[in-house]
């Protein structure tokens, strides 16, 4: 089974849409979630988990947390805010950490994918870096990135299309009325995103198949 995580706070925005996308290519049995509107703490370091691997902060990435476990493959992703992995990504990665004491790694070999979702264009994504890295330290395989054209949020503020330190002004100048070409790309108009989901979806097909 692939467990797909869509850490954005939009319940249906580009990272979920990508996210999905990679699942329903892979025509595996897969699950979805969005972390869109739960509650999920980062770890607290109590360390109450080292005994038996089980974190004991209890919100809603205790389920989450399981279904991780069952899972043959994660397709994880999240957005870029402000030159970082949001904060709801980050404390589920985090969470992790209970899954990997006195030699025991929960999630190892299980393979990964990182989906990261940004405005901007950078030349080393640090939302990559740091899913990448927290699937490497639970001993996961990470077999692909998918790289996402975000949609920033000053386009449905309200107040884009006067403010001097938004994305809209920074792109177009100062216009008097959004058009359809002032907006950024949708999922489905990213060729390159595209063409990137749907090689993802068919390696994780062709290696869990030939796993089984």
């Known amino acids: 089974m692939i467990l797909g995580i869509s850490a954005s706070g939009r319940k249906d925005g580009i990272t979920s849409k990508v996210v999905k996308t990679i699942?329903?290519?892979?025509?595996?049995?897969?699950?979805?979630?969005?972390?869109?509107?739960?509650?999920?703490?980062?770890?607290?370091?109590?360390?109450?988990?080292?005994?038996?691997?089980?974190?004991?902060?209890?919100?809603?990435?205790?389920?989450?947390?399981?279904?991780?476990?069952?899972?043959?493959?994660?397709?994880?992703?999240?957005?870029?805010?402000?030159?970082?992995?949001?904060?709801?990504?980050?404390?589920?990665?985090?969470?992790?950490?209970?899954?990997?004491?006195?030699?025991?790694?929960?999630?190892?070999?299980?393979?990964?994918?990182?989906?990261?979702?940004s405005y901007g264009k950078e030349k080393e994504d640090p939302v990559h870096l740091i899913i990448k890295r927290i699937m490497s330290s639970n001993m996961m395989a990470v077999i692909d990135t998918v790289s996402a054209h975000g949609y920033s949020q000053c386009y449905t503020c309200g107040y884009g299309l006067d403010c001097e330190a938004g994305n809209i002004v920074r792109t177009h100048g100062f216009i008097e009325k959004i058009e359809e070409e002032h907006y950024p790309p949708c999922f489905e108009g990213q060729d390159d995103t595209v063409f990137q989901v749907h090689k993802t979806g068919k390696l994780l097909d062709s290696i869990l198949r030939n796993k089984a």
Not at 45 to 65: L, M, S
Not at 87 to 99: K, M, N, P, Q, V
């Open 23 to 117: 699942l329903e290519t892979s025509n595996l049995e897969t699950e979805y979630i969005s972390l869109a509107g739960k509650r999920i703490n980062g770890c607290i370091g109590c360390t109450r988990c080292a005994a038996d691997n089980q974190c004991k902060v209890e919100d809603d990435w205790i389920e989450i947390g399981e279904k991780m476990k069952k899972a043959d493959a994660i397709v994880f992703g999240a957005p870029n805010y402000k030159g970082t992995i949001n904060a709801l990504g980050h404390a589920c990665l985090e969470r992790t950490f209970c899954f990997r004491h006195r030699g025991v790694f929960n999630l190892a070999g299980k393979l990964g994918v990182s989906v990261s979702t």
